[in-house]
Structures are given as C-alpha cells and as structure tokens.
C-alpha cells in the first residue's frame, strides 16, 4: 500500500510548512511539526509555529502549552509572553492571563498600549467593569479600540445608546469591520430599532458571501447537500454565526417564524457537535413547535454545560410549564438555586422566579398560588397605569423619542402580565368554573382588550358557558375580522375559531351567517389544495365535527354521527389527529349512552358506523391517534405495542368491537385484539 508520509523531504521543509499556513491548513501543519517536536523538543521555530496555528485553530489550551516552552526558551521575548497572555485570555484562564501581562507592564515596553487593552479585556471577561474601565481610561483619546472597549462596557451595563455612540465611532475611524458592525446591529437590536439592525446584519452577510464563497452561505437553505465548513477562524472573522443568529433572533420577535428557520439554515454548515451553544440554543427554540423532542434535548444538553446561554433556564422552564412536565420544572430550578439566588443573576428575573414557583405552586396549593399571582397581577397593573400616565403627559409636551421609549416600556410591562393572568385563569379552568375565569378576564379588559390571546381565551369561556353564545360570538368575529383586516386568509388563523363561532351563529339562530363562514372556508380550501395538493387542510372538517358535535350534545346523535362521518370523506385528505380526537369523543359518548340504554340506534345508523370505523382502520395505520408528549416516560419507551396502539387504527378496531360487543352482549373473555 502507498504510504504518504506527513514529514516533508529534507530541503522542502520550510516551503511545504509555510504554503500549508498560507492556504490555512494548520492541522496538517500541526501533524507535520508536532513528529518533528518530537525529535527536537527544544525547536524554538516548531514552537513558534504550534502556538500560532493552534490558536488559529482556537485550540487555546494546546496554544498556551507552546508559548510556555517558548517563553521558557526565550525568557525575554516580549512577544512570546503576550501571545502567551492572549492565549491564557482566550482559554479563559484570566488569572493566569494577568499574571502573564502584568510581567510586560513596566511602562517602557513597545507593547505597552496593547497590554492595557489586554488587561481591561481581562477584567471585562472577569466581571470587573469598574477596573476594565479604569484600564481603558488609560488609552489614547483617537485610539479605534478605545471606542469599541467603551461600548462594550456601557453595553455590559445596559447603557446602550451611549455603547452604541462609541461604536458608531470607531465604524467611521476603522470603516466596516465584521465584529464591529455585529456590535452596532446588536445595540440597535436592545433599542428595538430592528430596521436599522437588520441594515448592518445585511453588510456582514453580503461581505461573507462575497470574500468567503467556500464558507457556502445558503446552501442548506436551497436543500443542497454540503459538507461541514468547521469554526474555522476564517468564519469567526466574519461575524457570520454572530449575524445569523441576531437575523434569526430579531425575526422570531417579529413572529416571522420561517424568517427565522431560514436565518439559521442560511448560516454556514457545520455538524451539530460543531455547534456553539447560542446556535444550539437558537435552533432548539424557533424550531421547538415542529420538534419539540429535539428541543428538549438541546436545552437539557446547554444546561448542564458551564457557559450555557442564559436564556437557556428560562426557556427551558417555559417549555416544562408549556407542556406540563411541572416536576422536571421543579426539578430544575432546585438544581439551579445556588446560581438563581445570587444577586443580579442573568438567568431568571426576581418576576420570572416568582411566577414559576406560583405556577409550580398552583400543582399543591391552588389557594396560596392565586393569592401570589393575584399579588403579582397588582404590582403590574399598578405599573402600566403608571406607564400610561406618562405616555399621556409626554404626548402633551410633544416628546416623541420618550413617548416611543415608553410606549416600549408598556409592551414589556404588558408581556409580563399575559402569562400571569392565564395561569391564575387556568386554576379555575382545570376545575371548569368557567363564571370565575370569566371573571379574572373582565378585570383586565382595561389593558388586554386589544389582545388577540386574551380575545380567544374569553371567547372560549364564554362558550363554554350556556347561555353565553352571544358574547362569544362578538370576541369570535373581532378574531375573524382581525384577519380579515391584514388580508389574511381565514385558514391563518386557529381552526378551532371559525368552528366556535359557526356554532355560536346556529345557537343564536344566526345560521345564514354559519353557512356564508363555512362557504369561505371551503373556498380557501379548494384554492390552498389547488396550489398545494399534497397539503392537508383540516378547517372546514373542523368546524363539521364541532357542529356536529353540538348535535351529540344536545341528544342527537343520529344527524351529529352522520354529519361527522361525512366531514372526514376523502378519508384520504381529512383523517388526522386532531380530526380523530373529535370524531372518537363523539363515538364513545354514544356508546356510553348506548350501553346505560338511554337511546336505540337504528339498525341503517349501525350499519353506517360500521361502515365508516373500517373506512378508519384502512386509512389510519400510519396516523397517531393522538399526541405524545415530547418526552417519554422509561416505562413509555420499553413498552413494545406503543407504537402500535398509538394509531388510529387500533382504535377504530377498538370502537368497532365495542359497537359489536353492545349489540350482541358483552362477552368478557374473549380479547378484542
């Protein structure tokens, strides 16, 4: 077999190491030198080399180990000890880092000046802002990095407008420079002003695409199939992961979620171990509605590494409380109370703390928990009517940069108060005391009645409730008519809407209203099938299953089963999930009341159920009867039938052998499957 070896001929030494560090090959460098490292530990020119490529490979820790020879070696080379230093810095080994740089600052090296940036850089990665200040103080007044140490102190202390000024500076001393420019869009990002960073994202990407072609921007985003390009320094120089990720946070608060997904699949591949940990958290969360099991094992992942994000914990925590896993909530701010009781920590708010453990509270003493959310409900109300009167007074004076600063601070406000109300609501919904829920929303129609989350949940309230038909119909179409206002399509919004509010017209003796909602819905229908065929679309069904389901309700099961049957014809496009759920809720309470003997069906109606169940079967092996929860139980995971009884097959034969077992008498030992 060819073997090539990795030690160049005698005479081609130099040539072959420096064109490898030309074309930025430093792991093969490394392999080459490392062998002759080996044979002469003391080569002053092989150190040299090793510590300079593995620092460009960010192997910080391997970089540091060669500047120590070197420095060994040379004891007086000032150059080594500051890449010694740089190297220590970036390992984030900062005390080590200061002892190093503290050796060169005797005022009368030719490093001097970067010393003192080394050093405030170190602070800065410490925590001590007051002594990375003091040490910047110390540089030149025309200094570019000057600016640039300034704003990412006053960044660091929340003063962004200022830290925005200093990097504005240094942009128009330095021109564009990628970090920089990542800077200024994130400043402009903390102020809300998403054109403006989005201006500055749009310069990074354009200048990655255009001096970078390998790093291969985009193509995962086409579907091309490419290799990954690594976290080479190439690609720590162009901001470009920075970029993505700011473009992807800024479409996600502008609930552009595809904007985001495409963001985030625009940035240059790497494998997922690749990843740094503000990706995977980004990746984990904007796409967490279509993956939710991959979310939760990227946030469980982050957490239990050292430098994970902040926004990890609460996220996390948002997501357990989201879909109900309270005691791994619990679970999770126990773990994490060391680092959530310190002062001023970055990870949860002395709100956000309050708010889980009310909710986590609710779980044991339902009582105790609406008393803290109703405390946390008056602190917040409290503060937005105060938000409002300044709003109110600068308008008058004609301030309009503070009315817009405020206006900023009242969304915030309001975003706080949201999720405290529906959870206090929630307790009171789990017990179906639908008047006291309805009663915590009418206190807050002062500040919510604008809201579309609000409007939906005291619409489904009120429906909830006898008698209330009318009121629920007025929240309803102020949804539908919101829609309808930004020229959206009505299958945009939640199918369960038109479906309520088509009810709320038949119970209301509205059903010429009913009938023109349904004729809209079933016109979009045909139009989004006709663009995307193989898309399902399951609206229109929707809102026959719910009226149909209201004909069960009400004892006619004859005309609400047969109408429910109808709505899943082609079986083919409308037999899903959420379309089984209804379906299957409205069999079994006939069956119920079948098998109590409070109503006869009728031999044609049997036979049509029948019918229909095998129509089911045939058509739902590979649907889910219903849905999972992201994360597995042990017992879940072992069990080999899960999988097989979470179809709607299964259930379909299970509802068939009950029709069969009514009508012929129950015969307990025979197995129906």
Request: hydrophobic share 35%; proline share 3%.
């Amino acid at each position: 077999m060819y073997h090539h070896s990795l030690r160049p001929k005698d005479g081609e030494y130099t040539k072959v190491v420096y064109n490898l560090i030309k074309e930025q090959k430093y792991a093969e460098v490394v392999k080459i030198l490392t062998s002759e490292l080996n044979m002469n530990g003391r080569s002053r020119a092989a150190l040299s080399i090793l510590g300079y490529c593995t620092y460009q490979m960010q192997h910080y820790e391997d970089s540091v180990v060669y500047y120590k020879r070197l420095v060994d070696l040379c004891p007086n080379n000032e150059h080594y000890l500051m890449y010694l230093a740089q190297s220590q810095y970036k390992a984030c080994s900062y005390q080590d880092a200061m002892n190093t740089a503290v050796q060169l600052d005797d005022g009368n090296s030719e490093l001097a000046a970067e010393v003192k940036k080394l050093q405030a850089a170190i602070k800065y990665g410490e925590g001590d802002i007051q002594s990375a200040k003091g040490l910047v103080e110390q540089s030149s007044s025309g200094d570019a990095d000057k600016h640039v140490n300034y704003g990412c102190i006053l960044f660091k202390e929340g003063k962004f407008d200022d830290a925005l000024k200093h990097f504005l500076d240094a942009h128009n001393i330095q021109g564009f420079k990628p970090d920089l420019c990542y800077n200024i869009a994130l400043c402009y990002y903390k102020k809300t002003d998403y054109a403006q960073s989005l201006r500055f994202l749009s310069e990074i990407i354009e200048r990655g695409i255009k001096d970078h072609p390998e790093l291969s921007v985009g193509m995962a985003t086409e579907g091309l199939e490419i290799r990954s390009v690594g976290n080479t320094l190439a690609l720590q120089e162009t901001a470009l992961v920075e970029g993505f990720n700011l473009k992807a946070a800024i479409e996600f608060r502008l609930k552009n979620n595809e904007g985001a997904v495409e963001a985030l699949t625009d940035m240059p591949p790497r494998s997922e171990e690749e990843l740094d940990p503000v990706t995977l958290h980004n990746q984990a969360l904007i796409n967490f509605e279509s993956e939710p099991t991959s979310g939760f094992e990227k946030f469980q992942f982050l957490i239990q590494q050292a430098d994970f994000p902040p926004e990890t914990l609460a996220n996390l925590l948002i997501m357990y409380v989201k879909y109900d896993y309270l005691d791994l909530a619990a679970d999770l701010l126990a773990e994490n109370n060391d680092i959530l009781t310190q002062k001023d920590n970055p990870y949860l708010t002395p709100w956000m703390l309050d708010f889980f453990e009310a909710v986590l509270m609710a779980e044991t003493s339902p009582e105790d928990a609406y008393a803290k959310f109703d405390d946390m409900n008056a602190r917040i109300t409290d503060d937005l009517r105060k938000v409002t009167k300044l709003v109110q007074d600068y308008r008058q004076n004609r301030e309009d940069e503070k009315v817009q600063k405020t206006i900023k601070e009242y969304d915030e406000k309001l975003d706080m108060y949201l999720p405290v109300l529906m959870q206090q609501a929630k307790i009171f919904w789990d017990r179906k005391n639908y008047p006291q829920v309805e009663k915590i929303f009418r206190k807050s129609v002062e500040f919510l009645n604008d809201n579309d989350v609000w409007k939906v949940n005291v619409a489904h309230v009120l429906f909830m409730q006898e008698g209330k038909y009318s009121d629920a119909k007025g929240f309803y179409e102020s949804l539908v008519k919101t829609v309808q206002a930004r020229r959206e399509p009505l299958l945009s919004c939640s199918a369960i809407i038109p479906a309520n509010l088509c009810v709320c017209y038949i119970m209301t003796s509205l059903n010429e209203h009913a009938e023109e909602m349904m004729q809209k819905i079933e016109r979009e229908e045909e139009q989004a099938a006709y663009e995307e065929p193989e898309k399902k679309i399951y609206h229109f069904c929707i809102i026959n299953l719910v009226i149909g389901t209201l004909y069960c309700a009400k004892g006619n099961y004859e005309f609400g089963i047969a109408r429910m049957m109808k709505a899943l014809e082609p079986f083919s496009k409308k037999l899903g999930t959420d379309t089984w759920f209804y379906t299957k809720r409205c069999f079994l309470s006939l069956l119920e009341n079948l098998a109590k003997h409070m109503l006869v069906l009728k031999d044609e109606v049997f036979v049509e159920c029948i019918k229909f169940l095998d129509a089911a079967e045939a058509n739902g092996r590979n649907l889910k009867a219903y849905h999972e929860g992201p994360l597995l139980t042990d017992e879940d995971k072992n069990d080999p039938m899960r999988d097989g009884r979470n179809t709607i097959t299964f259930e379909a034969r299970y509802l068939k052998w009950l029709f069969y077992e009514l009508r012929d008498g129950f015969n307990y030992n025979i197995c129906p499957l």
